[in-house]
Each structure stands twice: as structure tokens, then as C-alpha cells.
């Protein structure tokens, strides 16, 4: 199995090399040059099967020989033993044909934890075998950053570094990043909002000298191997409800678009995925992108669904280079006009080919509010601010389809998001018990200014040698 770049220009590498590399260095993402097929004899073959042995066979073709069967397997397992529910991804039932996936049970209570957790194991392993060592950093909107750092923590060959805009992640959130006391994590707190962090990750990844001289890794939604790890629960859930012998939907609270492209894999693998619903909130580039033809930056609002408050939505490059016909070349001119002028249009014919796959719409705050209150009303569940806004826009494109199942993803739990959860419900959502204690624990974090080489510079000092 070979990875490629989207702008069609970077080395050819291998699954566990991609993985390790995280940006492309043409400046795309890596995705499989071929996508493996499974057969509905092999679709109908997970069910029953636990968790883990899903995600052995989903995710095996993908990896080539960069893992054995045994490396991949001991993976999967340590990776999910952290889990607090022996079904790693429980799917509930909120009204006639529409099914919430609770994505919320891992370590950090957000679903990045199931690839993160995959990626810490696979990561061990391979730097075990090559005998080097790694700096990963990370940018985040929240969760993505306590994921990686409950992923890579204590861990010999790595340090890891993760920038957050400041006073804009939620205390839990933060909390997650600040408190653990092992050496090799760093919470750094940028000037800025998550898309000058994201900036700066990809001007430190297009800084070659820097990046080479730190092994500098990404463990961001761009990275592969966390996509592919995502693929695992649209099969689980899909075959849960009778796939492949009946279709089904999913609506994806998205912002980097890594959980949807997912989805969409999932889809060309084979699974019978009927539509897959794009759910924004008010920062909704991506829905008036579907509906409008245009992907235009207006200016990211702060709203109560934090990891969602993105424009530069990195993974929607992947859908791109399928809709375009996998051309790196146009694909390369988007994102050049997208970072000139703020803007790109989608052509005709490729906007045919996202409108085939994809559906979208938005919940704004006052609408997610609405949702978490009358779904508490309805169906006795309490979601987060994120997983309302899928609720809320599959709700939608239920009514559309009625007879097909929707499955919404939760991505993740209540209690991450108490302030708004509370204002919506009356209830504040305790913490499980495992992390009962994380507003005594003390914390660790460096304020850093929103430039390239200060930053660097403290990466170097502090990174060990
Ligand atoms: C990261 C995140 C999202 C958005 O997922 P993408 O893969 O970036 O589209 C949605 N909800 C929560 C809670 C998240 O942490």
C-alpha cells in the first residue's frame, strides 16, 4: 500500500512512513493511492465481532507491511483497554430511525481518543524499531491536544508539544493538557485563535532545516493513520443496524473534516453509506460551501461548540482531490488562490462529485441550546454542545429520508462542556468518576506569542536531546 500527496508532488511513501510524517512535504495530505475493497460477505462477516477485532480488519489493508499482525492487534488492544465502556462505541437510540454513536467513552471523553490512542501504540512501535527518537507537535481546538497528550505521555522516544488558543478552549479542556506531570508533555498557550495555531504547525512542518533538525512529527487530523482509525466505527455502527443488507446515514459534527472523510472511506471500501450529513455551527464555511459552490473565509465567531470554530478545514482537501479526480496540480492552485485571496471556487463538475456524497447544514448557538434541551425532553440524553449540532442537522435530513437509519456521531461528552450544557438544561454533567479530581490537580502551560521563531526557539530548548 502506497500513500500519496493531495498536490501530487511529495515522496511516495509507505503507511507507517506517512504516518510518521504527517504533512506532505509539498505542503498535502497523505491519502492511499488505491482504497482496499471489502466484499458484503466480508461486511456482513464484523458482525458480532468486538470492537477491536473490527478494527484489525478494517484497518490491516491500509497498513501494508509497515505493521505485523500481531503489532497491529497488541496496538488495537492496548489502545482501547483505557476505554470506560466495554463496548468502546455504543450506539443509543433518540427517536424513530435515528441513532446516537456515543464516541465520548475514551480517556479525554472525545472521540479523537480512538485514533490518538491507536496512533500513541503504533508510534511506539515503530520508533522502537528504527530506534529514533520524535518531537510531535500538535495544534488544537481542544481536544485533539489533551487526546494526543493522554496518548504520547511518559512515552521514552517522544516529546510532545501542543499549541491552543488562549482563553478559548474550556476549562476541562485545558485541565486535560495542563495537569499531567510527565517531562516530555508541554501545553503551550498561543496569541490567537486555532487557525493561527494551525498556521503556525504548518509553517514549522514547511520549515525543513527546523523539521528535519527536531524529527518533527503531526499527530493533527492530517495525519493518515488517525483518519484511517476513524474509519473502524462507521462499519461497527453501520453493521449494528443491518449493513451491509440495508443502507444507512451519518450526520458528523465536523470542523477539520479528518471524522467525516472517514465516513467517506468507509463509503468507497464498500460500506452501503446512503448520505453523509456535513453538521456546522455558525462558523459554517463548509455548509455554505455545499450549498454555495464557493469556499470562502469570513472570520472565525468564538460559539459554545469549540472544537468545531474552524475555517481552514485541513481534511476537506482530501475530499477535494477526489471530487477533482485526485489532480494534485488543481488541487495545489486551490489552496495557493485559498491562502492568497481567502477564497476558491469549487468547479462544476467536481462540485457534482461532493453533492454525490455529501450533505450539509447548521445549527447556530441559539438552535444547539434548543437541541440539547429537548433531546434531555424527548429522549432522557444529555449532549454535548458539538454532538446537538449533529443532532440537530440530522434531524433535518431525517425528515428528507425517513426510511433510511441515521446514525449522529457524539463526539463527545457532556461533561467537557459543562458551562453550556448547564445553561441549556438546568444540569451540570459531573465528570466520571476516573476523573473526578482534574480541577484540584495542578497545572503546567507557557504563553507564547503568535510567531514562528519564538516559537522554535522554545521547541529547541525545551525538546530532549
Ligand atoms: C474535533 C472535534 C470535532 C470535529 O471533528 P473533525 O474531524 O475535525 O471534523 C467535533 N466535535 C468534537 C467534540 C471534536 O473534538
Redesign the pocket.
Known sequence: MRYISTRGAAPVLTFAEAMMTGLARDGGLYVPETVPQFTAEEIAALAGQPYEEVAFRVMKPFCGDSFTDAELKGAISRAYAGFGHAARAPMVQLAPNHFLLEL?HGPTL???DFAMQVIGQLFQIALAKADKRITIVGAT????GSAAIEAFRGLENVDVFILFPHGRVSEVQRRQMTTPVEANVHALALEGDFDDCQGKLKDMFNHFEFRDEVGLAGVN?INFARVLA?IVYFFASAVALGAPHRKVSFT??????????AGFLAKEMGLPIERLVIATNQNDILDRCIKQGAYEKKGVKPSI?P??D?EV?S?FERALFWAYGKDGAAISALMTELNETGRFTVSDNAMGALLAQYDSGMIDEEGTLAVISRTLKDSAELL?P??AVGVGVAEAALAKAPEVPMITLA??HPA?FPDAVEKASGIRPPLPPRMADLFERDERVTRVPNDLAALEALIQERRRK
Open positions: 465520548f472525545a472521540f479523537k481546538s481542544g481536544d485533539t487530523s476513524q458528523v459534527p465536523t470542523g477539520n473534516f479528518g471524522d467525516i472523510f461548540s472544537s468545531m474552524i478545514s481534511n454535548c458539538h454532538s463526539t463527545a467537557k
